[in-house]
């Protein structure tokens, strides 16, 4: 376990949106709007611009300050799609989007540099979440720099074909900090500023992995960066509780409660009404 004792962080709070500066004072909601057939939980129940106006309507009602759009399914043992068919899924929907909620701060969520490019300089998204932090494309890190927007990076460990076949850390927690570090020095050298850490829950982890991670979450405030974790109805969560992702939420609030506690700043969820409710909550616990 690491320890910290007596150690005082200052964790970077602002972002650049659309050439406006972005005040992280406190915990928020980035709502997932997957528009792929094969996601592990709601693939292909966003398939009309009716369907997907009104999820992205609900969640910005219900206190989402992003929402994350993606078209490639990560889920553990999913087969990659090609370039072409990630673009023909999102071009309709950054367009409907981008029509519909101008002022909204809509997230990328791809590993490829030409579908970020596209999203950001076309429909006008204000930030890229990538699963591989740079590592499934070499012109990712370049293509961040040029278009000067907030960049997620995510820990993973392989791929999502290979990621869950037997995972192994010297120290979970410790191996991904030290991942980030290296990360991060070179995203800094190359005049990214405005970066978030991801530590990718179920990607690549056990079971035991993942709640470790969960304990020793503060440890990544050494970072100095916003952390975003992504738990919702994860096999962490239903397979600990033998339900399904369907019947997970209560255990997803459950968790997401703790990463907020332990210094979680953004929460990447299906449901964006309890994730909203727990920031409150949680808030209101650490005040008093």
Not at 142 to 154: G, H, T, V
Not at 157 to 164: A, D, F, K, R, V
Not at 210 to 225: F, I, P, V
Not at 245 to 262: D, F, K, R
Request: charged residues 25%.
């Amino acid at each position: 376990m690491i320890m910290r004792k007596d150690t005082f962080f200052r964790k970077k709070t602002t972002l650049c949106f659309r050439q406006k500066i972005f005040e992280l004072k406190s915990p928020i909601v980035m709502g997932i709007l997957n528009v792929t057939p094969d996601s592990f939980y709601d693939g292909g129940k966003y398939k009309t611009e009716k369907e997907i106006i009104e999820q992205a309507e609900k969640m910005l009602c219900e206190g989402a300050t992003i929402i994350d759009v993606g078209a490639v399914s990560t889920r553990p043992n999913s087969h990659p799609i090609n370039f072409e068919d990630e673009k023909n899924r999102l071009k309709p929907v950054l367009s409907t989007l981008n029509k519909h909620f101008a002022d909204t701060w809509f997230s990328i969520d791809t590993y490829r540099s030409e579908i970020a490019k596209m999203a950001v300089e076309e429909f006008g998204f204000g930030m890229v979440n990538d699963i591989s932090a740079g590592s499934f494309d070499e012109k990712m890190f370049s293509e961040i720099a040029q278009l000067n927007i907030p960049y997620i990076i995510m820990h993973i460990h392989g791929t999502p074909l290979n990621m869950q076949i037997n995972p192994t850390y010297n120290n979970v927690t410790q191996d991904i900090i030290s991942f980030f570090s290296s990360k991060i020095n070179f995203l800094k050298q190359i005049g990214i500023k405005d970066i978030l850490i991801d530590p990718g829950f179920g990607f690549g982890k056990t079971i035991e992995n993942n709640y470790t991670l969960l304990k020793e979450l503060k440890a990544l405030e050494m970072l100095e960066l916003p952390i975003v974790v992504g738990i919702s109805r994860k096999s962490m969560i239903y397979k600990l509780l033998e339900t399904t992702p369907e019947q997970a939420l209560n255990g997803t609030t459950s968790v997401n409660t703790i990463a907020l506690i332990n210094g979680a700043d953004v929460i990447r969820v299906h449901d964006v009404k309890a994730a909203f409710e727990a920031i409150k909550i949680v808030k209101m616990y650490l005040q008093s």
